[in-house]
């Protein structure tokens, strides 16, 4: 009999069919290559824990916008759709919309177990799209301020005090900025795609882009006239003349020009490395500029989109392994992205010890509870939008408009692109 096995077992191995295998259901993930490495781990790592499940990973598009105009065309003839997405979350909304994204919620709800493995509030509440859970967050990248050490001290800061409300940061980067020479003294990366940058600045204040109803543009409010006067500040330190790019700023930043940063956590790992040996990177949280404030989050977000129960079952797990404690080790060793895993983070023998070394690690988990989704508009003109705000924080940050201007042109120019009632 054990031969008898053992040559079906050879026979079936050989026709592709292993008895085993046969049994798992098979979850399929996609991703940017931007991280693959990680993926890669994690999948390797999912497979060898979990039980009558198998997970395979394959790339997406490394431009998302495209990934998802992929997936769109894809599902509307049912064909080469994956089980689980890991996207940016600004998309999340419309594949939601599109009524291909799966609700999560009850399948958070029916898990006895989901309060006791450590997920931080920021998990759900980053793929969350009208108060229903569409998403969960694997790494977060939020913004935060950094700080050239060495043009500081220059400036006359102490790098060992430095300010974490607005006017003193702004303070601070005009006297950098009066240093001359090649120096810029701050710049807030205010061309981010998906209106991320207006979001930030926005919903910091405790404001928001339109109305609960989403029928009307809610920017001419103060908490709107405020978050443009930080960026107007900006560019009244330097930015303005500076005239960069974002990703030129990065490259400014780590050559040792640049005073005052406002960039995603994400890139504090590259920053570290290009100062070595030149100067100390520094960072403070991101300003919560009122009690209601909050603070957009980018990163990849899980997005289910199998609609076999079955398969959602598989790819649940999957999903909670990735937002978990060993997945998020993974992540944030692997990555600059901010675990969303408090057994994770306070964990020494996971990512406590590691995070104690990073010392600009706390400027981003101080802010883990305040995260939440990147928000999107509703309907089909979410890239118009994105484009209008681009181009007029642009003429907020060149000083060529007031933030009073610019707040009457968005209101005028997004109020229309937005779908009628």
Do not use: C
């Not at 490495?37 to 997970?55: C, D, M, W």
């Not at 493995?117 to 301020?145: D, H, I, K």
């Amino acid at each position: 009999m054990r031969a008898f096995r053992a040559a079906l077992a050879g026979i079936l191995g050989l026709l592709g069919t292993d008895p085993a295998a046969s049994a798992q259901t098979m979850v399929d993930i996609r991703a940017s290559s931007y991280i693959k490495p990680v993926y890669e781990q994690l999948v390797t790592e999912f497979n060898q824990s979990a039980k009558g499940i198998a997970a395979k990973f394959t790339v997406t598009a490394r431009d998302e916008e495209e990934a998802v105009q992929q997936l769109l065309r894809s599902g509307l003839v049912g064909s080469d759709v994956p089980d689980v997405l890991y996207i940016s979350g600004t998309f999340v909304r419309l594949l939601a919309d599109r009524g291909l994204a799966v609700d999560l919620d009850p399948l958070i709800k029916s898990d006895p177990n989901w309060s006791k493995q450590g997920f931080t509030e920021a998990v759900a509440a980053a793929g969350r799209v009208n108060g229903r859970t569409y998403g969960l967050a694997f790494g977060l990248s939020m913004p935060v301020v950094l700080f050239n050490s060495e043009l500081v001290r220059k400036a006359g800061g102490d790098p060992g005090k430095l300010p974490g409300e607005w006017s003193g940061i702004l303070s601070l980067a005009k006297k950098i900025d009066a240093l001359g020479s090649s120096n810029v003294g701050g710049f807030l990366e205010h061309d981010n795609g998906g209106s991320f940058s207006l979001l930030f600045l926005l919903e910091s204040h405790g404001g928001q882009m339109l109305s609960a109803d989403e029928k009307k543009v809610t920017l001419k409010t103060p908490q709107g006239l405020k978050a443009l006067e930080v960026l107007r500040g900006f560019g009244e330190s330097g930015q303005a003349r500076a005239s960069m790019t974002r990703d030129q700023a990065r490259q400014a930043f780590g050559a040792g020009n640049l005073g005052v940063f406002v960039t995603m956590s994400s890139t504090i790992p590259a920053h570290e490395q290009a100062s070595a040996g030149h100067f100390e990177v520094l960072s403070v949280p991101f300003p919560i500029a009122a009690a209601e404030g909050k603070l957009p989050a980018a990163g990849p977000i899980g997005v289910m989109l199998t609609h076999d129960p079955a398969k959602q079952k598989a790819a649940f797990e999957l999903m909670k392994f990735a937002s978990g404690p060993r997945g998020q080790t993974i992540l944030a060793t692997g990555s600059g992205y901010a675990p969303v895993n408090e057994i994770a983070i306070k964990d020494a023998s996971m990512l406590g010890e590691v995070l104690s070394k990073r010392k600009n690690a706390h400027s981003y988990i101080a802010r883990l509870n305040v995260a939440t989704s990147w928000y999107a508009p509703p309907g089909d003109n979410a890239i118009k939008i994105s484009r209008v705000v681009k181009d007029d924080l642009e003429q907020v940050v060149t000083l060529r408009m007031t933030p009073e201007q610019a707040l009457d042109a968005m209101t005028s120019e997004i109020q229309p692109l937005l779908p009628k009632q």
